[in-house]
T-cell receptor, first 111, second 114 residues
Framework: SQQGEEDPQALSIQEGENATMNCSYK?????LQWYRQNSGRGLVHLIL?????REKHSGRLRVTLDTSKKSSSLLITASRAADTASYFC???????????FGTGTSLTVIP | GAVVSQHPSRVICKSGTSVKIECRSL??????MFWYRQFPKQSLMLMAT?????????EQGVEKDKFLINHASLTLSTLTVTSAHPEDSSFYIC??????????FGSGTRLTVV
């Protein structure tokens, strides 16, 4: 399968709590990116982490990357109801041009 | 920043007809564009890689005769769903690779085949 795996598939938390999503992938990569998608809409790019980076921050987002384990995590701190969406990791493999998405995590933040 | 325009955003067609979806890079040239399909509550599945001036590369299990891809210029790729059937109803998203800024996605096309 071309896809990486994400867990959990679905996550429901209270507003103000932190949300953590994990992504595992299969091939060596140039970088890994996280995207957000509201229901039935296009993708919003959140953050990119390169293969030689281990952690990156952007506002309330924190991404880690462990290339030895082929895994990444996305942490959203102090969640808000507006963070409710599906979140996907995507990998830019260093062989070929292809860009593959993980299976996604559906996040629901309860006000 | 890099912008990719995808058109139409929504289309309804009758079973057996063909539908063309356009993907344009507005402010950069894209030698490579990608087409994805997304079924409800599922992830995006890469269908094919569109290469300017050459044949598209299709992922395993994607019928090249059903999903025709043309990438005739550095700013335009088209996906034609031929002889569409209800099971082809899906959300189709294109993306283009800008060498300096990575991947930029179109806003998607929701296809409904009735």
């Amino acid at each position: 399968s071309q896809q990486g795996e994400e867990d959990p598939q679905a996550l429901s938390i209270q507003e103000g709590e932190n949300a953590t999503m994990n992504c595992s992938y299969k091939t060596s990569i140039n970088n890994l990116q996280w995207y957000r998608q509201n229901s039935g809409r296009g993708l919003v790019h959140l953050i990119l982490i390169r293969s030689n980076e281990r952690e990156k921050h952007s506002g309330r987002l924190r991404v880690t990357l462990d290339t030895s384990k082929k895994s990444s995590s996305l942490l959203i701190t102090a969640s808000r109801a507006a963070d409710t969406a599906s979140y996907f990791c995507a990998t830019d493999a260093n062989t070929g041009n292809q860009f593959y998405f993980g299976t996604g995590t559906s996040l629901t933040v309860i006000p | 920043g890099a912008v990719v325009s995808q058109h139409p955003s929504r289309v309804i067609c009758k079973s057996g007809t063909s539908v063309k979806i356009e993907c344009r890079s507005l402010d950069f040239q894209a030698t490579t564009m990608f087409w994805y399909r997304q079924f409800p509550k599922q992830s995006l599945m890469l269908m094919a890689t569109s290469n300017e001036g050459s044949k598209a590369t299709y992922e395993q299990g994607v019928e090249k005769d059903k999903f025709l891809i043309n990438h005739a210029s550095l700013t335009l790729s088209t996906l034609t769903v031929t002889s569409a059937h209800p099971e082809d109803s899906s959300f189709y998203i294109c993306s283009a690779r800008d060498g300096t800024r990575g991947y930029t996605f179109g806003s998607g096309t929701r296809l409904t085949v009735v």
